[in-house]
């Protein structure tokens, strides 16, 4: 079991030195690893490779890159290279996505996600493990004319995506090493997605899957005003069926309503639950909402924590 936090720097000076700075704090608080998110912004897996080349030992990945708009050659590239980088130490977080960045993004439509993340995973294992592919789909084809390996990163690269609906839990757990799910309190976790995942895993033959949960949480005092701030911030998620659905079946209405906002015994009670539920990881985000105390405070517990 390993406790980590995604990193979010607010330093509108240079995002890459805040995040290299920020990972250093992590690890000295007894962390075990930092993640990046991925928007339209810096590129995680670049932030990844550089956090984890300056940080010896901490553990590092996204959570997540979208599959559409990008090629699972180029994903596999960016991928080994971190590893390599990192010496083993990197973790790749893919998700679906939404439409609203999808379409208003790239321009290309939302359609067929289930099948492209299927298409995806494929030809990304075949890439990750054997440095080449020769896959020919519906919504996607991936060959290696050329080598695609990259010295360094012979021990593969482990594949997580951020899912959390049936189809994508099934096919996360037929081609994928595990799952980041977000939003998605410990009843949803124990109820609905640990098991669905478990069960295509053994059905495909593959080892139990990493449940890496994803957590809004932070330490403080001041509950009510940093849970408004949660509110606000977490309000887009609301509107995505995927984490309505998970925000439902969490027993809440709210994304906020899954969010883990107290005192050290609160939060770490939390933690608990989350790791009864069936994660073997618990990484929180947002840690940074109630200002630089009370995020150093969340630090300082959840390293006791991961120890």
């Known amino acids: 079991m390993t406790v980590g936090v995604a990193l979010n720097p607010i330093d509108p000076t240079n995002q890459i030195d805040a995040s290299v700075e920020l990972a250093k704090e992590a690890a000295a608080a007894g962390l075990r690893s930092v993640w990046f998110g991925q928007t339209f912004g810096a590129d995680s897996p670049q932030l990844a490779a550089i956090a ?7 553990q590092v990945g996204t959570s997540a890159i979208p599959i559409f708009g990008r090629h699972p050659l180029v994903v596999s590239s960016q991928a080994q290279t971190a590893q390599a980088a990192t010496h083993g130490r990197y973790h790749l977080g893919l998700a679906l996505g ?22 995806f995973l494929t030809a990304l294992r075949q890439l990750t493990e054997t440095s080449s592919a020769d896959f020919h789909g519906e919504l996607l084809t991936a060959t290696t004319p050329v080598p695609a390996r990259v010295p360094g990163a012979e021990s593969g690269v482990p594949l997580l995506v951020a899912a959390m609906g049936p189809q994508a839990l099934r096919v996360s757990g037929e081609l994928a090493d595990g799952i980041l799910p977000y939003i998605a309190g410990p009843r949803a976790l124990a109820e609905h ?17 990493r449940i890496v949960a994803l957590v809004n949480g932070v330490v ?36 906020v309503d899954v969010a883990v906002v107290g005192d050290e015994k609160t939060v770490a009670a939390e933690v608990q639950r989350y790791r009864d539920a069936g994660a073997t990881e618990v990484v929180f985000a947002g840690t940074e909402v109630a200002g630089d105390a009370d995020r150093r405070r969340t630090w300082e517990l959840l390293g006791t924590l991961a120890g």
């Open 98 to 119: 939404t439409k609203f960045l999808t379409e208003g993004g790239f321009g290309i439509p939302f359609d067929r996600p289930i099948a492209r993340l299927r298409e």
């Open 193 to 209: 997605i640990v098991p669905a995942v478990t069960v295509a895993a053994e059905a495909a033959g593959r080892p139990a899957p």
């Open 52 to 58: 984890g080349r300056e940080v010896p030992g901490l």
């Open 220 to 255: 403080t005092d001041d509950v009510d005003a940093v849970r408004a701030k949660v509110a606000e911030n977490l309000r887009f998620y609301e509107q995505v069926p995927s984490y309505a659905r998970a925000i439902e079946q969490s027993g809440g209405r709210h994304a």
